[in-house]
């Protein structure tokens, strides 16, 4: 296939895949103006008239102000924690020979493999002893617990993948191994450093069944567990409650947006084009 | 980073503490499913009249709630007053040792003559301890709310057999809309729905029998009916497309969004659809009748949700606990809970002074299952795990691809089997 | 590739100086520790508690009866876990060959697709986009679409004038595919991202050399660039296969496993055991099986990563 085939090809398939992976969020926004009445009685269209005062009743009736805090201060923490912790757990398991090496990097990854409901009855009965329930740090350390397995991983891969001569002449000049990390490793990281805050903090800002469990009191919730309040046993408050997801998703996509310049290199993608 | 690790923590517990409460102050924890006005009523008249006491009310959606009241209660953590739906359930928590016995309040206070006699039974065990009261709205199922107006502009007869029906869904269908609005996602209103075919042709107390193994379901004559009637309701387009993937919201939307041409559901669907007057006239018919020559034989209407105090209370919250139960039980309490919700309450005291009940309250229709031998709506008359089944069996019954009704039934009896015998 | 390398060094000069072991000492052990606290207390010790519970017929509210390995025995007799794993590896199949494939198909768009950066970095984040929604917000919009008589996809067949509402997910045999479109929508985005940082790790000397020699983008790309994301793509079927194992927010919000449990999953069906019969004995052991099979699994697709 030619360039000027592919370019056609290329640029058609992506304009019908962006269509299709922004449709839904359009409709979402779309419909958070509307009327309850309307989202059903109209479902594709455009609002008659916007109501965009639905933006201004779901903070006040879902109190998003606090939520968002709650929100932020958790997703800010755990992902600090995940990034140090998993980034220090992973420098060894790549760079160093020990005993017991192999088995440590099974059990980190074997993480991946717990689901949060099974572990939710024990967690709560660990939380509840250690008089942690209702406190953020139930929500900290639990996220910050599961998003290891994938944070370690990432890392160990992109750890292993260093050239050695580096280390050595790092060595050579008196680097002792965490200034090998901090100095040299760290900084090349930034790819995967961009990767995991995007992921874990994504994971945890939207993570909903622990903060639901743990989180009880009014003024002490996460985001998700605040948007239950648009649901009532009988039915939903549709048009708020997309006002409310719209505000609650706009935090993620900006940092998606900062992030994402860590792992595009401006050179490559030049390079390809031109 | 450390510090500045800190300097959250911090700011996160400062944002959490609740500041100390005034000396005189009680605070009461209780927990209800979400979203329901009737509580926030009588809450609110509660508070106004009770300022030294604050009620700090924990809510969760109906399934997620009773997940969290399980976790919170096995915790050790049991609410000072909580809601619970009766039978089985409530007497899980009894079991557990969560409820407190109010045998002797109910002596002290007469409570006895503010619920019908037979829901406070449901709410004692067998040595005449009772351990809550009946604390809701009640409602019957047996019926279809429908449109009159299209009705009546199409020329189409109301149902009246199982057999019969097939052709009112085709009128129904030739005039542009689909028949039966019937949300059975989550498999409820399908188990309600057996219920009242069940009660078409047998008594409560027959069907009780199911549970301690005098009838079984393979046997059980009016099981077979119900059954089949349903399958054939279902093979014959009785049934708005996707009901078998549709929640109660969407059925009750595409009834007053005009799409379908009527609606199985309880009479909470104004709550649903926001308004109690969709812009067409509103009946309740007949649902189909297995055999319109006979009578119903019962009525699903029973006070599904009990409220009980915790067995741990004692000094000063266990009295403000007391008076709170007390209000929200009473006369005075219970109008304000009816008027809510637009509907009669396990109160019978209180029911001639609800002036907000919904018209269709008064049709003929719910009128006459209003003196019928009563039972538990379906899904809490046997254990949970026999219930699931039947719920599945049902799903399957009416996917109509040869899933038999004797199947279904052999599946039901051997899920029976193992809970008679525990 | 560079740890074999560290490796052999290591044993080259220990083998000179006749030492057992390198000089690391409790370094490593250090370096885990604070990651070791917190995956320990709060993931590794809770999972260790349902294995036990998995010994227990325990309704979650009476403190529970020892009953030794029954739950296995009953669970190994019951239908619906078999169903639920035929199921489950249905969709693990899925997962694993339609994912990965995806997101590739994404990055590689987003890479050589687009001429300019801004461009190449917008079209990255709204296909990142569906990612950021919330998994339940996401099943219920879905649901809506879905929905025969008030939703999107059929509003458009009226549109074209066909009166037929056809039911995607109340269909036994349509609605496990019907979910696992959403799943595409939405998790293309993961392996997206994954493969993006990989693709800049690739050196841009390799593209100035197969342009020199005339390659046109396609031939860059089929053997240049894919035999280099291979190791990456092994990476992403892994996690997919496991999230696949996992898989349960999504589904129960759409169907909640049905209907008559057409797309109840294992991790659904130890839901429904769990938290809607109170059986959190039977619940756990499932759990202990599901972290066997999902072992196993994983086990079988990354022996050679592991193997250094």
């Known amino acids: ?274 | 980073m450390i510090r500045r690790r800190t300097l959250l923590a911090g700011i996160a517990a400062s944002a959490l503490m609740t500041l100390p409460a005034l000396a005189e102050t009680v605070e009461l924890t209780v927990w209800d499913n979400a979203g329901n006005p009737g509580r926030e009523a009588a809450f609110a008249a509660f508070e106004a009249a009770n300022p030294d006491i604050k009620l700090n009310v924990v809510t969760f959606a109906s399934e997620e709630y009773k997940t969290q009241l399980r976790v919170t209660v096995a915790g050790g953590n049991t609410p000072d007053l909580f809601t619970t739906n009766g039978g089985f359930t409530f007497f899980e928590y009894v079991d557990r040792g969560a409820a407190m016995d109010i045998t002797d309040l109910v002596e002290e206070y007469g409570w006895a003559e503010r619920t019908e006699a037979e829901f406070l039974a449901a709410d004692t065990d067998e040595n005449g301890r009772i351990w809550g009261m009946p604390w809701n709205t009640t409602q019957y199922w047996q019926g279809l709310f429908y449109d009159k107006d299209f009705f009546e502009a199409n020329d189409i007869p109301l149902p009246s057999s199982v057999e019969g029906f097939k052709d009112i869904a085709q009128k129904i269908q030739d005039a542009g809309r689909y028949p039966i609005a019937f949300g059975d996602k989550d498999g409820w209103p399908a188990i309600l729905m057996l219920g009242d075919y069940l009660v078409q042709t047998t008594t409560p107390d027959e069907i009780r029998k199911l549970n301690t193994g005098e009838n079984t379901w393979t046997d059980f004559k009016p099981a077979k009916d119900a059954f089949e009637a349903m399958a054939k309701l279902a093979a014959d387009g009785a049934f708005a497309p996707g009901f078998l993937s549709m929640n109660h919201e969407a059925a009750i939307m595409s009834w007053v969004g005009k799409r379908t041409a009527m609606l199985y559901n309880g009479t909470w669907w104004p709550n649903v659809a926001k308004t109690d007057d969709p812009g067409f006239a509103i009946g309740v018919a007949k649902l189909p009748m297995i055999d319109p020559d006979l009578p119903l034989q019962g009525t699903q209407y029973w006070a599904s949700i009990q409220l009980l105090m915790g067995a741990h209370l004692e000094g000063e919250k266990k009295e403000a606990a007391i008076k709170l139960f007390d209000f929200l039980t009473s006369k005075e309490g219970m109008i304000l809970y009816g008027n809510a919700r637009k509907a009669i309450t396990t109160n019978p005291q209180a029911n001639p002074e609800i002036t907000e009940i919904a018209a269709f309250f008064r049709e003929p229709e719910f009128l006459r299952q209003n003196d019928k031998p009563k039972i538990q709506f379906l899904d809490h008359a046997f254990p949970i795990p026999v219930i699931e089944v039947i719920k599945v069996e049902l799903q399957k019954i009416m996917q109509n691809n040869g899933y038999t009704v004797d199947e279904a039934l052999a599946a039901i009896e051997a899920a029976h089997v193992a809970e008679r015998k525990s | 590739m560079v740890a074999e390398a560290y490796d052999a060094e290591i044993a080259k000069s220990t083998r000179r100086r006749g030492s057992r072991l390198p000089g690391h000492g409790i370094a490593p052990y250090l370096y885990m520790a604070p990651a070791l606290v917190l995956f320990g207390a709060f993931l590794i010790y809770p999972v260790i508690q349902s294995f036990f519970y998995s010994l227990l017929d325990w309704d979650g509210l009476q403190p529970g009866v020892y009953v030794g390995l029954d739950n296995y025995a009953q669970l190994f007799r019951d239908p619906n876990f078999w169903n639920s794993l035929k199921i489950t590896l249905i969709w693990v199949a899925m997962s694993g060959g339609i994912l990965p494939l995806t997101a590739l198909v994404l990055a590689l768009l987003v890479d050589f697709g687009t001429t300019s950066r801004t461009l190449g970095g917008i079209a990255r984040t709204v296909l990142f986009i569906p990612m950021t929604i919330s998994l339940v917000a996401v099943g219920l919009l879905f649901t809506l679409f879905y929905n025969p008589l008030l939703g999107v996809i059929n509003n458009v067949f009226l549109q074209f004038g066909m009166m037929t509402a056809i039911d995607l997910l109340g269909n036994s045999s349509t609605t496990l595919m019907a979910i696992f479109f959403v799943a595409v929508w939405q998790w293309s985005g993961f392996g997206m991202v994954i493969f993006a940082a990989a693709l800049q790790g690739i050196p841009s000397e390799l593209y100035d050399a197969a342009k020199i020699d005339g390659a046109t983008k396609w031939q860059i790309i089929r053997h240049v660039v894919l035999p280099l994301l291979v190791p990456t793509y092994v990476v992403i079927l892994t996690l997919n296969v496991i999230g696949g194992f996992k898989a349960f927010d999504l589904i129960y919000v759409m169907t909640a496993g049905g209907p008559a449990q057409a797309s109840e999953t294992t991790s659904i069906f130890l839901y429904k055991n769990a938290f809607v019969l109170h059986k959190f004995g039977y619940g756990s052991a499932v759990s202990v099986v599901l972290f066997i099979i999902i072992g196993i699994a994983t086990v079988v697709l990354t022996r050679r990563r592991f193997a250094a």
């Not at chain 1, 009327?35 to 109501?51: C, H, R």
């Not at chain 1, 260093?162 to 990390?181: K, N, Q, T």
């Open chain 1, 1 to 274: 296939m030619n360039d000027k085939a592919f370019d056609l090809l290329s640029r058609l398939l992506l304009v019908l895949i962006l269509l299709v992976s922004i449709f839904p969020f359009y409709w979402m926004l779309a419909n958070s103006v509307k009327s309850d009445m309307d989202i059903f009685a109209d479902p594709l269209g455009l609002p008659a008239e916007a109501q965009f005062a639905n933006y201004l009743v779901a903070w006040a009736q879902a109190d998003l102000g606090s939520a968002f805090i709650n929100s932020a201060i958790a997703t800010g923490t755990a992902v600090t924690l995940i990034v140090v912790t998993g980034a220090l757990a992973a420098y060894p398991l790549a760079r160093m020979r020990f005993r017991g090496r192999t088995f440590f990097l099974i059990l980190f990854t074997a993480g991946l493999i717990v689901a949060h409901e099974v572990v939710l009855i024990p967690l709560f009965n660990l939380f509840n002893t250690l008089g942690l329930l209702n406190s953020l740090w139930s929500v900290i350390l639990t996220n910050s617990a599961f998003g290891l397995p994938l944070t370690i991983f990432l890392f160990w891969q992109f750890f292993r993948d260093v050239p050695l001569e580096l280390e050595e002449a790092a060595r050579i000049d008196g680097c002792g191994s965490l200034d090998f990390l901090w100095r040299i490793l760290l900084p090349l990281s930034k790819p995967v450093i961009g990767s995991v805050i995007i992921f874990q903090g994504l994971f945890t800002w939207n993570e909903y069944l622990f903060a639901l469990t743990f989180l009880r009191e009014r003024g002490g919730k996460t985001l998700p567990v605040q948007l239950q309040v648009f649901f009532s046993d009988y039915s939903t408050n549709w048009a708020l409650l997309f006002a409310a997801l719209v505000m609650a998703t706009l935090p993620v996509i900006v940092l998606y947006l900062s992030m994402q310049r860590s792992f595009v290199k401006g050179l490559t993608a030049g390079a390809v084009k031109g």
